[in-house]
């Protein structure tokens, strides 16, 4: 499991390591039963407090994507077996959108104006 923060972006870091987490649940890298990295050694590997990384995690684990046990760690949940027609449905809207010469960012825009905050 490859996690990867940009600390110029905009985006939170923490936002950063949970949208990571859920992309690779989303693309079958991680499946029910995966741990993820220790709060402590991902926060040493990004070179982040371990605070920040706490808060992905729990950020995670009120979407229900991952359970928290101490002494066990972050392991992902059965909910995260629905992915695969959800990627597949954005990689079909991806398509389309090509299909019809709308840029990513067009897309984007699109989607938030359908799935507001």
Request: proline share 5%; charged share 25%.
């Amino acid at each position: 499991m490859l996690i990867r923060v940009d600390p110029g972006s905009g985006v939170a870091i923490y936002d950063q390591i949970a949208a990571s987490v859920r992309a690779q649940v989303a693309r079958g890298v991680l499946s029910p039963g995966d741990r993820l990295p220790a709060a402590r050694e991902l926060a040493q590997a990004l070179d982040v407090n371990i605070h920040t990384v706490l808060r992905a995690y729990q950020d995670l684990r009120d979407e229900g994507l991952i359970d928290l046990r101490r002494g066990r760690g972050a392991v992902v949940t059965d909910a995260a077996a629905g992915g695969a027609p959800l990627l597949d449905a954005v990689r079909a809207l991806v398509a389309e959108a090509r299909r019809e010469g709308v840029g990513p960012q067009s897309l984007i825009s699109l989607i938030r104006e359908e799935y507001p905050s």
